[in-house]
Nanobody, 120 residues
């Protein structure tokens, strides 16, 4: 069984920084895409950033230049460095990984979510 566990959320003032981390554990043969999503109250979950196996990254327009996604495939982790945070970044952040537990299987897994609140 595969589990994703996030850490690093919290309360920060506008302009501040936070670093989110997500670690996968369990029976893992291979991890392909890794990503961070977020969901604000009353809104749909949206993609924040994604990183491929070749470290190719894509960001939502709203976070470009402020957020940076990185991965350590050997450790099965993905991080999200968030700088110059704004109140509109307030949301529950979820990590997401496409994981194969055998050579022939590939499934999408989600973390439990971590709250990020940007407020003065």
């Amino acid at each position: 069984q595969v589990q994703l566990v996030e850490s690093g959320g919290g309360l920060v003032q506008p302009g501040g920084s936070l670093r989110l981390s997500c670690a996968a554990s369990g029976t893992i043969f291979r991890i392909t895409g890794m990503a961070w999503y977020r969901q604000a109250p009353g809104k749909q979950r949206e993609l924040v950033a994604i990183i491929s196996t070749r470290d190719r990254t894509t960001y939502a327009d709203s976070v470009k230049g402020r957020f940076a996604i990185s991965r350590d495939s050997a450790k099965s982790t993905v991080d999200l460095q968030m700088n110059n945070l704004k109140p509109e970044d307030t949301a529950v952040y979820y990590c997401n990984m496409d994981i194969a537990i055998t050579e022939l299987s590939l499934s999408t897994y989600w973390g439990q979510g971590t709250q990020v609140t940007v407020s003065s």
